[in-house]
């Protein structure tokens, strides 16, 4: 047995829902009858997805919450997860606090990490996630409709402005705002059990990893359809609702909320305010969808706002 | 649209076999009813996996190929596959290139590519492929039984003679053996059609990637048994077999093979000659199971071989 043999260890745990788990040639898993197959792949290499002095425990339950995002975007149930890392070198702590990591992360959802691969290189992650949902029902980006509410889940641009205060350093940020962003630019909680609720509430919806006005850009495009949103309405953090107008760009633009933006019929206002209630997730009405293309993000006196970027680049 | 949105759209072509393809947070893709889902992923690292000279078409091909060849072993059908690459620079001619590649063998499989991911990094390419085989069905690799033979499909060592080749020299190989071994280490044929085949007749299998020693080895240690191999029946190039003794190390345990090993009941002989003349592959029976630990392999003698090295290291 190599070194890289032992560190493959870490990653080789009992796969409760596969009928064959880590160790043939493939893993051999039973798709539920009935039920569509999800299938989302992220790639994170370090300097762009994530910064070379990362706790590796932190990196382990990103690499997976950032695909459980998109799951949980597509109103889909988490099953399993294969993945594959290369390593410069082999180191044990590394990889047990990484795998500490992204197995917290996996159990806490009943996803079965069924297969990966490792191998000698510079630092890259890869995982493959499949979720269910029941044949024909998901929460497509193309299913925007005229009229509809948009909503946010949660609060935006919290990792952003950890990112900034990284590259840029920013004296005015309180040390107890910036641990709170941090935290949620380390370990991102992904909206699974809220996108799983939404399947029958929600339109269309996307998870918010490069920035809202950019993945919501997204539905806009796909659905042939545009959107007003609310500057004043973006859910942040106390003191950054203060500070909204400098901090606009983070907030509406900033990347790594990985938060549900969905759009919803304006029936469904109170039914979407009992689910926040019921899941403890805070869901807020951020603008809403008109004829026409792109959109316009308005401050609180209706005019429009510019952006001074258009979406996930922080580390480019 | 950045540049590497114009590179993933080298990546972007209709997927026949999806309910929903590339281009939301998840690709949708609709299950076989009573069949199993077989999974596997592999990562391929520059200087590790190929050289950096590789020309992109060939590593397309055998980015999938490494792939398609761990579904073969399952015996299973190939049926979708997600691609992820991070790239040191865009070059769009490398990458229409890498797509012909990657592209032309999915077609020729029926395999659609159903989601991807692009990044700046050191390149380093990892796809996730599904098969599909009837439930309960599968080449699993603990499956031989004492009293089994030993069959290896195609020839042995072309790859790694390439690749000796190409590390030391080795003035006397003739130039149109080195032509067949080059094309076989950048061009190799997974055995998909033979895979499927054997899943009524054989009982364990694996693919040959590492060397056939050490890949009969993972056989032979899952199912608690052990083998016997003859040296002089090991299938390979007529010029490589009347070198059989100093090239004995790139035969048994040369790796990049992409050939499939398997045991099958005595009984079946027959039924595998004619396979391999249907199939157009040649199937060579090389060995026998045997009760114990481990593997022997032996010369026309009789005599015990002992190969300088155990398996895939030929990058290291």
Known sequence: MNEFEL???????PAANAV??????????????????????DMLVEGRHFFADVEPRALGHKTLAVNLSDIAAMGATPRWA?????????????????????????????????????????????????????????LRRDAAQVGDDVWVSGELGLAALAVRQRLRGDAA??????????????????RVALGQRLLDVAHAAIDVSDGLMADLGHILE?????????????????????NRGRLADSIAAGGDDYELCFTAPSS????????????????????????????RLLDA????????????????
């Open 82 to 138: 294969v993945l594959s890392l290369a390593l410069p070198q082999v180191d044990e702590h590394w990889a047990s606090e990484f795998a500490a990591g992204f197995f917290g992360l996996a159990e806490a959802h009943g996803v079965s990490v069924i297969g990966g691969d490792t191998t000698r290189g510079p630092l890259t992650l890869s995982v493959t996630i499949f979720g269910e949902a029941p044949a024909g029902q998901a």
């Open 20 to 41: 064959l788990g880590v160790g043939d040639d493939a893993a051999i898993v039973r798709p539920t009858p009935g039920h569509d197959l999800h299938v989302s792949v």
């Open 222 to 242: 796909r659905s042939g359809v545009a959107a007003e949103v609310w500057l004043e309405s973006l859910p942040t953090l106390p003191w950054m609702a203060e």
């Open 268 to 295: 469904a206002r109170a039914e979407l305010q009992g689910l926040a209630e019921e899941l403890d997730c805070t869901l807020t009405r951020i603008g809403r969808i008109v004829a026409g293309q792109g959109s």
């Open 173 to 190: 940020l309180p040390p107890e705002v910036l641990a709170v962003c941090r935290r949620k630019l380390d370990y991102p909680t992904p």
């Open 301 to 316: 006196a209706g005019q429009p706002v510019t952006l001074q970027r258009g979406g996930f680049d922080h580390f480019a």
């Open 7 to 13: 560190i493959q260890r870490h990653f080789t745990r």
